[in-house]
Structure formats: structure tokens, C-alpha cells
């Protein structure tokens, strides 16, 4: 059984920065795609970013291209989410999640962690 566990959310000032940890567990994830997404307060649920393990590839959300970066360790099944130059804006429970390559919808979801920035 697939498991995602997030890790370091956390109080931050505005400007400041953050990393995210996602370890994943329950299988080889070297064809999968790994995802961050966030749900502010009063707002549904939005892509962040994600990262294709086979391929090293990935893709940003417009509001955070630039700021954020994505990355995996595969030996250590885990992905990272590096957030600098945070805005107020940004505040919000941030969920990691997987699927295969092969499928459209992300059907493996971590219970999230809380980053809340100050102004």
C-alpha cells in the first residue's frame, strides 16, 4: 500500500523560505509521478508542481514558477519542494500525491502539512 508522509511546513515571514519533504513508501516508484498541490483556507485545491521520477521532469504552477523548486531523491524515495521569496498568498496545507505516468488523476495523497507566512 502506497503511503506518503510531507514534512516541513512550518511559520514563515514574508521573503523567507521553506523546504517540504514527501517520503513515499508501499512500492518502487520509478514510474510514477510525484505532485505537490495546496488548498488555501476557503479554496479548492490547486497544482503546485510535479516531477516525473523516469524522466526528471518538471512543471510549475504560473504563481510559483521562479520561487519554487521540485526535486526527487530517488534512492531515498523522497521529494522535495525548496520554497523561496514565500508571499502571504502562499499560505496554505500543502499535500504531496502520486500516480503512474500512465494515468491522468493522482490517486495517492499524503495528509498534508500546514504552511502558513507571515506579512
Known amino acids: 500500500q502506497v503511503q506518503l508522509v510531507e514534512s516541513g511546513g512550518g511559520l514563515v515571514q514574508a521573503g523567507g523560505s521553506l523546504r517540504l519533504s514527501c517520503t513515499a513508501s508501499?512500492?518502487?516508484?520509478?514510474?510514477?509521478?510525484m505532485g505537490w498541490f495546496r488548498q488555501a483556507p476557503g479554496k479548492e485545491r490547486e497544482f503546485v508542481a510535479r516531477i516525473i521520477w523516469s524522466a526528471d521532469s518538471t512543471r510549475y504552477a504560473d504563481s510559483v514558477k521562479g520561487r519554487f523548486t521540485i526535486s526527487g531523491d530517488n534512492a531515498k524515495n523522497t521529494v522535495y519542494l525548496q520554497m523561496s521569496s514565500l508571499k502571504p498568498e502562499d499560505t496554505a496545507v500543502y499535500y504531496c500525491?502520486?500516480?503512474?505516468?500512465?494515468?491522468?488523476?493522482?490517486?495517492?495523497w499524503g495528509q498534508g502539512t500546514q504552511v502558513t507566512v507571515s506579512s
Open positions: 508501499g512500492r518502487t516508484f520509478s514510474n510514477y509521478v
Open positions: 500525491a502520486a500516480r503512474l505516468e500512465t494515468t491522468p488523476d493522482y490517486n495517492h
